[in-house]
C-alpha cells in the first residue's frame, strides 16, 4: 500500500467522550499534516511534524486536541471532551517537505458528535 | 480571515468543452500554489501545482495559470468530461522558513463544485 492511511473512517460518539484517530503516511514521507474539513468549506490546518517533532500547531486549535507521532511514523489525534462543534471530517496527509508542499492526503476520518 | 478564495461555488460545463476554475489569494508571501480534487467520502487528490516563478504549467488535460500582480491563478480542464466532475480546491503555501529547507502546511480556498454534463 503506497497511500495514505487513516482509522476510522467513520466515527460516531457521545458529547464528553474522547476519540483518538491513527494516520500512517506515506512510508517515504517525513511530513505529516492534519487537516479538519467542514461542510462546503476547504481543509483548514490544525498541526504539523516533520519526522517526530510537532512543528505548528493552529492558533485555533484547542486544548482539547492533542497530536503525537512518536517515532516519526503513524501519528494518532486525539480529542478530549468532544463537542458538537468538532463534527467534521479529518484529514491527514504526508509530504517530503524538501521537494515542495505537494501534500497526499488520507480518505479522512468522518467524526459525528451526538 | 479567508486568504485564498474561490468566489464561485459552482461552475457547470458541457462535456467536451473548456472549464476555467478561478483562484485568488491575498497573501503576498505565498510563493507555491496548488490544485486538489475531491470526490464526495474521500480525501482530497492533488492534480497539479506551480511556483511563483512560473506563469503557466501544463499537465495532460490541465493547465494552471499565474497572475502574480493580480495574486490570481485559475485552472484550465480541456477538454473536460464527466469523470471531472468534483469540488476543485486551490491550496497556497509559503515557501521554507529562513534558514529551513522544507515546506510548510496548505492554506485552501473553499471550493469549487463543477458539473460536467455528458
Known amino acids: 500500500d503506497t497511500g495514505v492511511s487513516q482509522d476510522p473512517r467513520h466515527k460516531i460518539t457521545k458529547r464528553g467522550q474522547n476519540v483518538t484517530f491513527r494516520c500512517d503516511p506515506i512510508?517515504?514521507?517525513?511530513?505529516l499534516y492534519w487537516y479538519r474539513q467542514t461542510l462546503g468549506q476547504g481543509p483548514e490546518f490544525l498541526t504539523y511534524?516533520?519526522?517526530?517533532?510537532?512543528?505548528?500547531k493552529s492558533r485555533l486549535l484547542s486544548d482539547r486536541f492533542s497530536a503525537e507521532r512518536p517515532k516519526g511514523s503513524f501519528s494518532t489525534l486525539e480529542i478530549q471532551r468532544t463537542e458538537q462543534g468538532d463534527s467534521a471530517m479529518y484529514l491527514c496527509a504526508s509530504s517530503l517537505g524538501q521537494l515542495g508542499p505537494e501534500a497526499f492526503f488520507g480518505q479522512g476520518t468522518r467524526l459525528t458528535v451526538v | 480571515d479567508q486568504q485564498v478564495k474561490q468566489n464561485s461555488p459552482s461552475l457547470s460545463v458541457q462535456e467536451g468543452r473548456i472549464s476555467i476554475l478561478n483562484c485568488d489569494y491575498t497573501?503576498?508571501?505565498?510563493?507555491?500554489f496548488l490544485w486538489y480534487k475531491k470526490y464526495p467520502a474521500e480525501g482530497p487528490t492533488f492534480l497539479i501545482s506551480i511556483s511563483s516563478i512560473k506563469d503557466k504549467n501544463e499537465d495532460g488535460r490541465f493547465t494552471v495559470f499565474l497572475n502574480k500582480s493580480a495574486k490570481h491563478l485559475s485552472l484550465h480542464i480541456v477538454p473536460s468530461q464527466p469523470g471531472d466532475s468534483a469540488v476543485y480546491f486551490c491550496?497556497?503555501?509559503?515557501?521554507?522558513?529562513?534558514?529551513?529547507?522544507?515546506?510548510?502546511?496548505?492554506?485552501f480556498g473553499q471550493g469549487t463544485i463543477l458539473t460536467v454534463h455528458p
Open positions: 497573501n503576498s508571501m505565498f510563493d507555491y
Open positions: 491550496a497556497a503555501s509559503t515557501e521554507p522558513n529562513a534558514g529551513g529547507t522544507s515546506y510548510g502546511k496548505l492554506t
Open positions: 512510508s517515504e514521507h517525513n511530513r
Open positions: 511534524f516533520q519526522n517526530e517533532a510537532q512543528l505548528e
